[in-house]
């Protein structure tokens, strides 16, 4: 079996975030290693929640992580990104806390072993396959703008500039290029025209996509100015645009749970 980290990046998803961990049932844990739950400096109750739901459902072999600072998106990826290669997983699957997409339209690809063939897999809302629940026509319609639009920019076919359950190779990710790239939403979309960029092997596969109880942290027109400027330095200059490097040194965290410890019967 192939050493797989699942990450669940989280920011004040008390709500979902249950849900969420109920998708990691006993056969979506015949492919995963282990997962992290990165706490994004939440201000509700979502730490609380997470290390409750633990105490009840020792199965997960799971750590709680929580941000020094709230890092944004962008920053609990590359604090998850960087832990994937310093503990040597092969792979590391991305599910967002807030319940939207589920883990087992990834399962296909992990039943054949087919993500072996890929530097990554990115989940879309837009395939022709894909199902979308209470999700608003004015959104549809603003996607399917951008993803044509970067398509006819990047000249390759793109379907969504980035969902909430993707699946990297770590042997990809080794080089750390996303280090410089922003802590904010437009994170997924640097990684997408980055991996366009170096010519990695990447694929879309079909989401089952659904708005609930979701609170969405974007907005629309301002994401909207900043993806459009990136196009613009993608089209222009994008070997200065994928040049810029922070370091790890930056995003520090807290393990705040530990099932390993707690296995031992330490405390966190």
């Not at 990554?120 to 209470?134: A, E, V, Y």
């Not at 640097?190 to 010519?199: K, N, P, R, T, V």
């Not at 609930?212 to 089209?235: C, G, P, T, V």
């Not at 070997?239 to 930056?250: G, H, I, M, S, T």
């Amino acid at each position: 079996m192939d050493k797989i980290l699942l990450f669940i990046p989280a920011y004040n998803c008390e709500n979902q975030i249950i849900r969420v961990l109920d998708q990691i049932d006993r056969d979506i844990l015949k492919y995963i290693s282990e997962v992290i739950v990165v706490n994004n400096r939440s201000t509700d109750n979502t730490e609380k929640t997470i290390i409750s739901y633990i105490n009840m459902n020792k199965k997960i072999p799971l750590r709680l992580l929580r941000n020094d600072e709230n890092y944004g998106l962008g920053g609990s990826h590359k604090i998850a990104f960087n832990y994937a290669v310093e503990h040597e997983f092969e792979y590391i699957i991305v599910l967002h806390g807030d319940d939207q997409g589920n883990i087992n339209d990834l399962k296909p690809y992990l039943n054949t072993k087919k993500y072996r063939k890929f530097d990554s897999l990115l989940g879309s809302r837009f395939l022709k396959q894909s199902k979308l629940i209470n999700y608003s026509k004015f959104r549809i319609f603003g996607n399917h703008v951008f993803n044509i639009l970067v398509s006819l920019v990047t000249h390759s076919r793109v379907s969504d500039l980035g969902a909430g359950l993707n699946l990297y190779k770590t042997e990809y990710l080794k080089e750390q290029f996303y280090m410089g790239f922003p802590d904010t939403l437009t994170f997924n979309v640097y990684l997408l025209l980055y991996g366009i960029y170096s010519e990695s092997k990447f694929r879309f596969f079909p989401l089952s996509w659904r708005e609930e109880d979701q609170i969405s942290n974007a907005r629309f027109f301002k994401q909207s100015r900043e993806i459009l400027f990136l196009l613009f330095r993608f089209l222009f200059d994008r070997k200065k645009l994928f040049a810029v490097k922070k370091k790890a040194e930056n995003y520090t965290y807290e393990i705040i749970y530990d099932y390993k410890k707690c296995d031992r019967g330490e405390e966190g």
